[in-house]
C-alpha cells in the first residue's frame, strides 16, 4: 500500500550524479527549477527535458524510478490542465459549443503548466533519488550556515529534519504492519460513505500517533544519555569536497541555462529566430 | 478442515530492480487441533507465510485452501476468513486504539456485523479467557500494564473467535511470568475449544516445550516439516543454519549420544525422566 512513495527515496548506484557534493547539487537543482519557470516556448522545454533526460541518464536510474514519482500528482496535472483549458481565453476560439468555449491560448497555457509540472517533480526526485537524505540534510545545513549569525537554528533544524526523514521508513512499517493488524480483526477501508471511511483511520491513527510520541521520547532520552547538546563543539563525521565533478556539472548547467536565457521570446536572439519558436 | 498450501510462491516488488523471492514453491498441510511451531531466521519468510492464510497477502501463484475458503478465487469472502483464522501480530499492544478496554475488544466483533447482545458476549467471554478482570472493561487500555495491555490485544483477537490462531512472537518482550501466562492460555485454547495454533518464534525453548510439530523455514523454503522431537534431536541441522538449540534438547541430544535417552521437553518432564533413570539405576544396582 505505501511501498510506491518514490519522493525521498534513495536509489543506491555509482554514478557520476550520485557522487556530485550534495551542496552543489541543491544550488544547481534550484536553477534547474527557475529554468523551468523561466522558460516560455515550447523549444526552451525541449531543452529542458533533454537536459534532464542526459542528467538521469548519467545518474543510471532507471527511467522508470524516475517516471514513478508523478503518479503521487497526476491527479492535480489533469485537474489543473482541465482548469487552464476551459477558463482561459484569448487567442483562436477552437471550439464553442453550449457554454463550453476553448481557445488556443488555453490549450496552449494547459500545456505548459502540465510540462512545469511533471519536469518540477522529475527534477526533484531526480535530486533525492541520487542523494541520501543524510547528504541532503549536510547540505542544507550548510548552505544555510550564514544563517548562524542572525541566530537562526540552523543546526538544530537540519537534525529535527533528518530525524524526520529517518523515521519515515520506520513509520511506513509501522503503518503497515497496524493496517494489517486491523484488517485482521475485519476492519475495511474502502466500504461505505465518506464519514464511515474517514471514521475507518481512526483505528490506524491513534496507534501510529502512539507509537510516534513513544519513539520520539525514547529517542530524545538516547540523546540525552549520550550527552547531546545542540550546535556547540559538534563536528561533521562526513566532511563535504568539491571535487573536479562539481566542476563539470557546475558548467553543464551554466551552459543549459544560458540555452534557456536564449529561446525565449523577449531576448534579443530570439527576435532573429523564425516565429513558430515563440510557441 | 484444515489449511492446505500448495505450491505457493511470493515475490515483493515483483519486476523492480528491487524484487525479492519470499517464498519458493511451498507445500504444507496443517491439521485441525495441531499446535504447529515456524522457525527460522530473519528474512526466512516465516511471516510472509503466515500472512498470507489470512489473506493480508494477496495469493501470487500457487494455491491455498483454508477450511474451504479457496484462496485462490478471484472473490474472497475476507470477514469469514479472518474470523476463521485469528493474527495476533508482534507487539499486538501496540494496535490498540480505543478509549477503554471494552470498545477495543468488541471492534473485530463489529465489524463482523454481530447483534450488539452477542458482541457483549464475546467481549465478556474472551476478557474471561485471556484471565484479565471484567472491571478493566471501562479502562483506557493506556493506563494497563505491558502484559495487560497484551493480553487485552489478544482478547481482541479471541472475540472473532477463530478455529485457527496465529502468533507472531507471542511473548517478545515479556517477563518470564508473562511469557508463562501467554504460553499456557494458548495450550488452553487448544486443549478446550481444539483451535489450531501456530506459532512463529525466536524463541527455541518457547516452540521445543510448547509445539507438536515444527516447520523449518530458510530462504522462501520449508528445510524440514516434522515433530518437534525429531527436528531438533537433528542437532547439527540447527547448528548449521545458525539457530540455538533448546536447552533441554541439547542436553537431551548430548547424553543420548553417551547412550542415555531421556523422555518429555518441559523441564520437569525432562527432571522427571532423569529422577526415574536414577532411581532406577539404584535399584538395579540393588539387585545386584
Not at chain 1, 521520547?217 to 569536497?241: F, I, P, V, W
Amino acid at each position: 500500500m505505501f511501498r510506491d512513495v518514490t519522493l525521498g527515496q534513495y536509489y543506491p548506484a555509482d554514478s557520476f550524479v550520485h557522487r556530485m557534493d550534495a551542496r552543489v547539487k541543491l544550488v544547481l537543482s534550484t536553477f534547474y527549477l527557475i529554468s523551468i519557470f523561466y522558460v516560455q516556448s515550447f523549444v526552451g522545454f525541449g531543452l529542458v527535458t533533454l537536459f534532464l533526460l542526459t542528467t538521469i541518464a548519467f545518474s543510471r536510474v532507471p527511467l522508470r524510478s524516475v517516471l514513478r514519482s508523478i503518479k503521487g500528482i497526476a491527479v492535480l496535472i489533469i485537474f489543473m490542465c482541465i482548469l487552464n483549458i476551459f477558463f482561459f481565453d484569448g487567442g483562436e476560439l477552437l471550439v464553442d459549443w453550449w457554454i463550453i468555449k476553448i481557445y488556443l491560448n488555453g490549450i496552449l497555457s494547459a500545456l505548459r503548466l502540465m510540462l512545469r509540472l511533471v519536469l518540477l517533480v522529475l527534477g526533484t526526485s531526480l535530486l533525492t533519488l541520487t542523494t541520501t537524505p543524510v547528504d541532503l540534510t549536510h547540505g542544507i545545513e550548510s548552505l544555510c550556515t550564514p544563517l548562524k549569525w542572525i541566530k537562526f537554528p540552523v543546526h538544530e533544524l537540519a537534525l529535527i529534519m533528518s530525524l524526520a526523514l529517518s523515521f519515515i521508513p520506520t513509520l511506513i512499517g509501522e503503518t503497515d504492519r497496524i493496517i494489517k493488524a486491523q484488517k485482521a480483526r475485519c476492519a475495511s477501508f474502502d466500504t461505505g460513505g465518506l464519514i464511515a471511511r474517514a471514521k475507518a483511520f481512526v483505528p490506524i491513527l491513534i496507534p501510529l500517533l502512539v507509537s510516534s510520541f513513544r519513539r520520539a521520547d525514547e529517542l530524545a532520552l538516547a540523546m540525552n544519555s549520550r550527552c547531546y547538546e545542540g550546535a556547540t563543539h559538534r563536528t561533521q563525521m562526513r566532511l563535504m569536497k568539491l571535487s573536479i565533478r562539481d566542476a563539470i556539472g557546475t558548467l553543464v548547467v551554466i551552459l543549459f541555462f544560458t540555452a534557456v536565457f536564449l529561446t525565449r521570446s523577449d531576448s534579443i536572439i530570439a527576435q532573429h529566430l523564425p516565429l513558430w519558436i515563440k510557441f | 478442515m484444515s489449511i492446505v498450501v500448495n505450491n505457493l510462491c511470493f515475490t515483493y516488488n515483483p519486476r523492480t530492480e528491487f524484487s525479492v523471492n519470499a517464498l519458493i514453491d511451498v507445500n504444507v498441510t496443517i491439521n485441525d487441533g495441531e499446535i504447529v511451531g515456524i522457525v527460522g531466521h530473519t528474512g526466512s519468510g516465516k511471516s510472509t507465510f503466515v500472512q498470507h492464510l489470512n489473506g493480508l497477502i494477496k495469493l501470487q501463484s500457487g494455491s491455498i485452501i483454508v477450511n474451504n475458503i479457496d484462496l485462490s478465487a478471484k472473490k474472497i469472502d475476507y470477514n469469514a476468513l479472518r474470523s476463521t483464522v485469528g493474527m495476533v501480530f508482534q507487539y499486538p499492544e501496540y494496535q490498540l486504539f480505543a478509549d477503554s478496554v471494552g470498545k477495543d475488544i468488541a471492534f473485530g466483533p463489529k465489524n463482523l456485523k454481530l447483534p450488539q447482545d452477542l458482541i457483549d458476549k464475546r467481549v465478556n467471554d474472551s476478557i474471561d479467557m485471556v484471565g484479565l478482570d471484567r472491571s478493566v472493561m471501562d479502562k483506557s487500555p493506556f493506563d494497563l500494564s505491558g502484559g495487560e495491555r497484551r493480553r487485552v490485544a489478544l482478547a481482541g483477537v479471541l472475540a472473532m473467535q477463530p478455529s485457527i490462531l496465529i502468533l507472531d512472537e507471542p511473548t517478545a518482550g515479556l517477563d518470564p511470568q508473562g511469557k508463562g501466562e501467554i504460553l499456557s492460555l494458548v495450550k488452553q485454547l487448544n486443549k478446550q475449544l481444539g483451535t489450531t495454533i501456530i506459532m512463529v518464534s525466536h524463541d527455541m525453548n518457547e516452540i521445543y516445550e510448547n509445539t507438536n510439530r515444527v516447520l523449518l523455514f530458510g530462504e522462501g523454503r520449508i528445510i524440514d516439516d516434522c515433530s518437534t522431537e525429531l527436528l531438533f534431536a537433528k542437532g547439527e541441522q540447527i547448528d548449521k543454519l545458525g539457530l540455538q538449540l533448546p536447552t533441554m534438547a541439547s542436553i537431551k541430544n548430548k547424553l543420548a549420544s553417551r547412550g542415555i535417552y531421556l523422555t518429555g521437553r518441559r523441564v520437569e518432564e525432562v527432571f522427571n525422566s532423569i529422577l526415574d533413570l536414577y532411581s532406577r539405576n539404584s535399584r538395579g544396582a540393588d539387585n545386584v
